[in-house]
């Protein structure tokens, strides 16, 4: 059973980088297995896919966040981190890690996830 | 980038009631499609797979069904633990998106 927990700052200033780290139990980051995602959720809003690690592979990131995200992995620590930069209040949002089960060309299945951490950016 | 679109946005419903959901994608995605629950204050929990395929320990009121580019999901006898938001999620690709969520309130 994998377990997720997410760590990191709750209150970012504007144009700071929010930086999160999502540690995992239950399997290492760098198994072919797994592939490991962060998903954002605005307060009362629905759910937004942030990107995916596939350790051994590549990342894929949305286009609308593309060139303000980085995803990568620590295999000494068994974590995979978040880093978005440039963030504005829009940022604003609980952040999920959450995993899934490789199956090949339709992978996507979010089976794992942890709690999720809220957010702030504000001065 | 594929959008998804669920309706209705907000149902109210009794325990006991059949309820449906509806997603539909911008383009077609022939099965790949799941649906998720989510409570207030917790994490989304996966309940569909590839449109129709219960996860392990859901319930079996729950079902899915569809494919191409409209979906539902339905729940056969609502019960008091269900009243909670879902979400459809598509992942044709790999730049996975959801639908706006279905709030699900009693009556």
């Known amino acids: 059973q994998v377990q997720l927990q997410e760590s990191g700052p709750g209150l970012v200033k504007p144009s700071e980088t929010l930086s999160l780290t999502c540690t995992v139990s239950?399997?290492?980051?760098?198994?072919?297995?797994?592939?490991w995602v962060w998903i954002r959720q605005p307060p009362g809003r629905g759910l937004e896919w942030i990107g995916t690690?596939?350790?051994?592979?590549?990342?894929y990131y949305s286009p609308s966040l593309r060139s303000r995200v980085t995803i990568s992995g620590d295999t000494s620590k068994n974590q995979f981190s978040l880093n978005l930069s440039s963030v504005t209040a829009a940022d604003t949002a609980v952040y999920y890690c959450?995993?899934?089960?490789?199956?090949?060309?339709?992978?996507?299945?979010?089976?794992?996830w942890g709690q999720g951490t809220l957010v702030i950016v504000s001065s | 980038e594929i959008q998804m679109t669920q309706f209705p946005s907000s149902l109210s419903a009794s325990v006991g009631d059949r309820v449906t959901i509806t997603c539909r994608a911008s383009?077609?995605?022939?099965?790949?499609l799941a649906w998720y629950q989510q409570k207030p204050g917790k994490a989304p929990r996966l309940l569909i797979y590839?449109?129709?395929g219960l996860q392990s320990g859901v319930p079996s009121r729950f079902s899915g069904s569809g494919s191409g580019t409209e979906f539902t999901l339905t729940i056969s006898s609502l019960q008091p633990d269900d009243f909670a938001t879902y979400y459809c999620?598509?992942?044709?690709?790999?730049?996975?998106?959801f639908g706006q969520g279905t709030k699900l309130e009693i009556k």
């Open positions: 959450a995993s899934g089960y490789v199956v090949g060309a339709h992978d996507g299945l979010f089976d794992y």
């Open positions: 239950g399997a290492s980051v760098t198994s072919s297995s797994y592939y």
């Open positions: 690690l596939y350790y051994s592979r590549t990342t």
């Open positions: 383009q077609r995605i022939s099965s790949w």
């Open positions: 590839k449109a129709s």
């Open positions: 999620q598509q992942y044709d690709n790999y730049l996975y998106t």
